[in-house]
């Protein structure tokens, strides 16, 4: 007989048909409400397959910032791009 800890587990690990993923990116973005936020964490706390989604975005999102280096464009071709938006304007 399954015990209410293993019904729980089980439960915990389907994946999860919630439309949540969406507003998972939202807050990563940055973009997401204070409601939102809170919703979707209360959530993710509960629903194992929707945590494990979030912890692989938030790996992910963290290798790429530490593995890509960072390089600012050369001025003359800022410049050019400047002028042209200018232009249009």
């Known amino acids: 007989m399954m ?3 293993d019904k729980q587990e089980a439960i915990h690990s389907q994946p999860c048909n919630c439309c949540c993923i ?4 939202t807050i990563l973005d940055g ?17 194992l397959p929707c945590y494990q989604q979030y912890d692989l975005e938030v ?5 790429l910032k530490n593995r890509l280096e960072k390089k600012t464009p050369p001025q003359d071709l800022v410049d050019a ?5 200018a232009m249009m304007a």
């Not at 809170?38 to 959530?43: C, D, N």
């Not at 790996?59 to 290798?63: C, D, F, H, K, V």
């Open 3 to 5: 015990q209410e800890n």
């Open 22 to 25: 969406e507003t998972l990116y």
């Open 31 to 47: 973009e997401a409400t204070e409601e939102e936020t809170l919703q979707i964490v209360g959530h993710i706390e509960k629903c």
């Open 59 to 63: 790996s992910i999102r963290e290798l």
């Open 81 to 85: 791009i400047r002028a042209k938006i």
